[in-house]
């Protein structure tokens, strides 16, 4: 019983309805009311070894062999977007039959399931300290001198909003957000942050998140600090 060989697409974020007509070999449509069972759809990985879902259709009018696979947002979340399959089962008194989707009796037919509705998920990048600048002294305390040293600088992308976290371990002192239109060079202030207070022996040993907006196509963070150190910084 073939169907057709139009390639299906399955969107990520969303609930996705597909509607299937079933013809046999005039290309007639078949009258499927009397069918015990149901109809069986699944969709298989790029190589075929894995069944990635199976679902039965539900019946639209299937005295003229419409039916319908409709999944939800969460039937798919776990699936990553990528090229795959999708075949049809159809019972048959005792036995369960291959529907063709194509001309040269393929039982396999081409689908996609993509991102297109929400964004694809961006890994977060770590951010270095060039090693090539002065930092506090394993004995650092509160009656030392601040030491002034910088990230390496992170390429926005024109990206309007960026997110970074930072590490920090018995740190006393400012962290600044800076920008720059052209790089490593005329940077301006963006944010001040300071933390602990070297007076009273307070420190920061959290992670810490920022967000950035507007147009800045170079940013690098500013540390200014007598106490602590940075252990990891992140940003996307």
Do not use: W
Request: charged share 15%; hydrophobic share 35%; aromatic share 10%.
């Amino acid at each position: 019983m073939p169907v057709y060989a139009k390639p299906l697409t399955l969107n990520k974020g969303v609930d996705n309805k597909l509607q299937f007509q079933f013809l046999n070999q005039e290309q007639k449509p078949v009258d499927l009311s009397g069918m015990t069972g149901e109809i069986s759809f699944r969709i298989l990985n790029s190589d075929g070894t894995q069944v990635l879902l199976r679902k039965a259709l539900n019946a639209v009018y299937s005295v003229t062999g419409i039916f319908e696979l409709n999944t939800t947002a969460a039937e798919i979340e776990d699936i990553s977007p990528q090229k795959c399959y999708y075949t049809l089962e159809y019972p048959s008194g005792n036995q369960h039959l291959p529907v063709f989707v194509d001309a040269k009796a393929g039982a396999r037919g081409d689908l996609n399931i993509v991102d297109s509705i929400l964004p694809s998920f961006v890994p977060s990048q770590l951010v270095t300290i060039p090693s090539d600048q002065h930092f506090p002294g394993a004995n650092a305390n509160a009656n030392s001198n601040a030491v002034t040293y910088f990230s390496s600088v992170l390429e926005t992308q024109d990206n309007p909003v960026i997110t970074t976290s930072v590490q920090y371990s018995n740190y006393v002192g400012n962290m600044t957000i800076q920008g720059s239109t052209v790089v490593d060079s005329a940077y301006y202030d963006i944010a001040t942050y300071q933390y602990g207070n070297a007076q009273t022996g307070d420190s920061e040993s959290n992670t810490i998140g920022y967000t950035v907006e507007g147009f800045h196509p170079y940013i690098k963070l500013k540390f200014e600090s007598n106490v602590g150190n940075i252990v990891t910084i992140l940003a996307r």
